[in-house]
Each structure stands twice: as C-alpha cells, then as structure tokens.
C-alpha cells in the first residue's frame, strides 16, 4: 500500500471550510484514497473514498489531482464537532485483503 | 451508529488472565477486522476474517487469536495478559474484502491491565 504524508495538525475557524491535505506520491492505479476521522477516543469514522474522480457526499468532498499523487480532503463548514484526527489512507486489494494502514493522521482544530 | 456492536465497552484484569472481546458485524457485512490502539503504537491491524475464513494478518501477537462463527460474529481473545496489552481494541466491519468498500467502525472495547 502506497504511504500518505499528512500535515500533523491545522486549525481552523468554525464557520469556514477546512482543507485537509494528503500527499500520495507512490499511489497505484488500484489504490482507493480513504478518509477516516477519530474523535477522542471513538472508533474511526468513514468519511469518503476515491479514486479518480472528485467525490462529494454529506459530509465532505474528496478532490484528487489528476496525476493522483495528492488529494484534498474539504469540510465545508467545519463545526466544533469536526475536531479530530483525520486519517488520509491508500487501500489496495492485494494481497487479498483491503487492511487499513493508518498513519499519524492530521489532529484538526476548529476553533470558535 | 456505525451498526458494528461491541462488547465489553471495559474490562479490567490483572496481568496473566485471559479475556474475550465480542463483535456483532452490521448487518449484511460478511468481513470482520480488529484493530489494536495504544497511546505509543497508534492504530495497529491485527486480523481480519471473511465468511468465517482468515483473510489476513497483521502485527498479531501469538497470545492472541480470533475466529469469526457461522452467524458472522466474531471473538478476539487474549491471553497470559501483560501490562502492554492495555489498549482500545476496535472492531470493523464491511460487505466484502474489494478496496471499494468502506470499513465501519464499532466503539471500541478499552482493556486495562493492572
């Protein structure tokens, strides 16, 4: 599976959108970008996934460059409740298994 | 609500004992995950089942060991219990083992050792 870099923490107003960014330099053509968030202590939290194309669901958008080496994840308007760590994860079916490998993650702070 | 259901939210015991945790998969979803958290190892894989059948392992330790049941449930069990085994243990689910689906969460079991 591919390795994702991520800023180790970001703050943002409450109110405003937050852009949580991933680099993915060594991704694969059949990697999936995952986003996962933990807050406190509770069990991860699926957010969105790609893999080409730019996602969009009712939490947030997903936006994938075009050669796929980086993605953005987007709050658009973060609350005090989007405080957590967000895991950025590339997820490849090989090995016959879709395991998660989760990294430091981006600790964002949304501030009042 | 995630749908994943875990058991016990707590448990505490003493070095040496042996424990089971418990996981209700959602329903529909026929591959079960664990996962391990602790503060200096951050969120680890352990094991991963399907349909009944080991998919995969992780940095597993021998002391461990799982089995998912005909009803899809699943058990971790731990045993000969040290002080670093205390951690929040996570359950995950999901439909199939294609990368196109999501894994789900449970809230967790935390172990305390004493």
């Known amino acids: 599976d591919a390795k994702t870099t991520q800023p180790p923490s970001m703050d943002c107003a409450e109110g405003r959108a937050a852009n949580l960014p991933c680099n993915h330099s060594t991704i694969s053509g059949n990697e999936y970008v995952y986003w996962y968030r933990q807050i406190h202590s509770q069990g991860p939290q699926y957010i969105i996934h790609?893999?080409?194309n730019n996602e969009t669901n009712e939490m947030a958008s997903l936006i994938i460059t075009e050669d796929r080496k980086s993605s953005t994840l987007i709050l658009p308007h973060a609350t005090l409740r989007d405080t957590a760590v967000y895991y950025c994860i590339a997820v490849n079916y090989g090995g016959a298994t879709n395991k998660l490998i989760f990294g430091t993650g981006t600790l964002l702070a949304v501030q009042p | 609500d995630s749908g994943v259901t875990q058991t016990p939210k707590h448990l505490i015991t003493a070095t040496g004992q042996r424990v089971t945790l418990r996981c209700s998969p959602r329903s529909g979803d026929l591959s079960v995950y664990w996962y391990q958290q602790s503060l200096d190892q951050g969120l680890q894989f352990l094991i991963q089942y399907y349909n009944g059948e080991e998919r995969a392992k992780g940095n597993i330790l021998e002391r461990f060991s799982a089995q998912q049941f005909p009803d899809l449930h699943s058990e971790l069990n731990l045993s000969s219990l040290e002080l670093g085994d205390s951690a929040l243990y996570f359950c995950?689910?999901?439909?199939?083992?294609?990368?196109?689906?999501?894994?789900?969460f449970g809230d967790g079991t935390r172990l305390s050792i004493l």
């Open positions: 790609g893999l080409k």
């Open positions: 995950a689910s999901s439909r199939t083992v294609d990368s196109n689906q999501p894994q789900h």
